[in-house]
């Protein structure tokens, strides 16, 4: 960008048309090169608002998701999302650093005109980058969210192994005193077998009632 002269340089033919038809558009009698340059800096950043809406809307159904359980996994989602948001993160800040060279007007190429339409979109890219740190925390809580419901499921396992556990624990007993190499007194009685087979269930009984008792499950 010199006094005479502005160059753009596209890698996108679709850009480049959309700029030309923006351009056509303009009054030419009023199209100066800042003029130009002001367009194609609002351009840029023209549908980035609805951008970051379809981003927000991806989190809040995968947050939705999560919710209502119809979502087991979300690891791989929540990391795409955090590095497009990365992406578009240091996509804000370079430009932010563009508009403070640019407002700056060391040369005065920029008319002053032009220079106000510039804050404007520096003030919306301003605000584009508020939105995108909003999300990145948005995501953080997802992430949270998602972290806390694994912890919670794996505590309900666990209970349970716990619970299963517990039932066994006095059949294990019961079986090592028997199990041990002693002559014991209920093996010469008749009905000793029945005995140990009824002390067993009952243990398991009484494990149940006072779990269930306590809603321990």
């Known amino acids: 960008f010199t006094k005479n002269m502005l160059v753009y340089v596209f890698d996108d033919q679709e850009r480049m048309d959309e700029m030309f038809s923006m351009l056509k558009k303009e009054d030419e009698s009023k199209l100066t090169l800042s003029r130009v340059f002001a367009l194609f800096l609002d351009k840029m950043t023209l549908r980035d608002a609805s951008l970051l809406a379809d981003i927000e809307q991806d989190i809040s159904n995968l947050e939705e998701e999560l919710i209502t359980s119809k979502k087991d996994s979300c690891i791989e989602e ?5 590095r497009r948001l990365l992406v578009l993160k240091r996509y804000y800040e370079q430009l932010l650093d563009i508009f403070d060279a640019i407002e ?44 806390a419901q694994v912890d919670i499921n794996l505590n309900n396992i666990m209970k349970i192994f716990t619970v299963i556990t517990m039932f066994f624990s006095p059949l294990t007993l019961i079986a090592g005193w028997y199990g041990m190499n002693l002559r014991m007194p209920e093996f010469a009685w008749r009905y000793g077998y029945l005995f140990v087979i009824l ?19």
């Open 104 to 147: 700056e007007n060391e040369n005065g190429f920029i008319a002053e005109k032009e220079l106000r339409y510039i804050r404007i979109v520096d003030r919306r890219v301003d605000r584009l980058f508020d939105g995108v740190i909003n999300l990145r925390d948005y995501v953080t809580q997802v992430r949270e969210a998602y972290q």
């Open 78 to 82: 929540i990391v795409m999302l955090r």
């Open 199 to 217: 002390i067993s269930i009952g243990s398991v009984l009484v494990c149940y009632y006072l779990f269930k008792k306590n809603k321990w499950f």
